[in-house]
């Protein structure tokens, strides 16, 4: 039982590029979520997922998209980098999307954007 | 809007010493979920502990205890006898309705340092 993954751990990119970065869990957790946490600023909620199919923005959504086309697999892109997107990514996964379920979360992505 | 303090940003401590970490948070629900985290230098975020706002119990896991406070809206994090191995910033959390879904209210942490 791996938990959480995420890939990459770390990533340089270039003002203007995209990219993805993969997230899964292998928990058959019906609720994903992504953060990005920045100093100063703590971890801001970008998007969620209650389930597959089923997405929709968080607090800090403008600049990525996201998917869930399955259960264990939620990836968020970045359309086209921002030095303002330079940040640590978390995502992170619960049972439900009520509020008492515990959020596990993944490794990181560290990204910095040049 | 719901929100976590944490008023200690760094504290140092001798290995082996007692050490307490501060958590007061705010929120207008009558029924609330509070979490720590751990996030060692490696950069990972570790679930510590969940705890209800109905269950006033304290809770002890080996060398980490937790005391909950209602009435002062408190969620205290103790490490008795620390070790170098704490040594990482630690995150108490609100779990708060998000639209649809949910979101982790975050305290703003509290540097851990713990010498040998």
């Known amino acids: 039982n791996a938990g959480v993954t995420q890939t990459p751990k770390f990533q340089v990119l270039k003002t203007g590029q995209s990219m993805t970065l993969q997230c899964a869990q292998d928990?058959?957790?019906?609720?994903m979520s992504w953060y990005r946490q920045d100093p100063g600023m703590g971890l801001r909620l970008i998007h969620y997922?209650?389930?597959?199919?089923?997405?929709d923005q968080g607090e800090v959504p403008n600049g990525y998209n996201v998917s869930r086309s399955t259960t264990e697999d939620f990836p968020l892109r970045l359309l086209s980098a921002a030095p303002s997107q330079t940040s640590v990514y978390f995502c992170?996964?619960?049972?439900?999307?009520?509020?008492?379920?515990?959020?596990?979360f993944g490794p990181g992505t560290r990204l910095t954007v040049l | 809007a719901q929100k976590v303090t944490q008023a200690q940003t760094e504290i140092s401590v001798v290995e082996k010493e007692d050490v307490t970490l501060d958590c007061v948070y705010e929120t207008r629900d009558t029924t609330y979920y509070l979490f720590w985290y751990k996030q060692p230098p490696s950069g990972e975020l570790v679930f510590l502990i969940r705890r209800n706002s109905f269950d006033e119990q304290n809770e002890i896991s080996g060398r980490y205890s937790w005391n909950f406070q209602k009435s002062t809206s408190s969620f205290n994090f103790t490490i008795t006898a620390s070790q170098v191995v704490d040594s990482a910033v630690y995150f108490c959390?609100?779990?708060?309705?998000?639209?649809?879904?949910?979101?982790?209210?975050f305290g703003a942490g509290t540097i851990l340092r713990v010498k040998s």
């Open positions: 928990m058959n957790h019906e609720y």
């Open positions: 992170a996964s619960s049972r439900t999307s009520g509020t008492t379920d515990t959020q596990y």
């Open positions: 997922s209650v389930g597959a199919g089923i997405t």
């Open positions: 959390a609100l779990s708060e309705a998000y639209e649809y879904g949910n979101k982790l209210v």
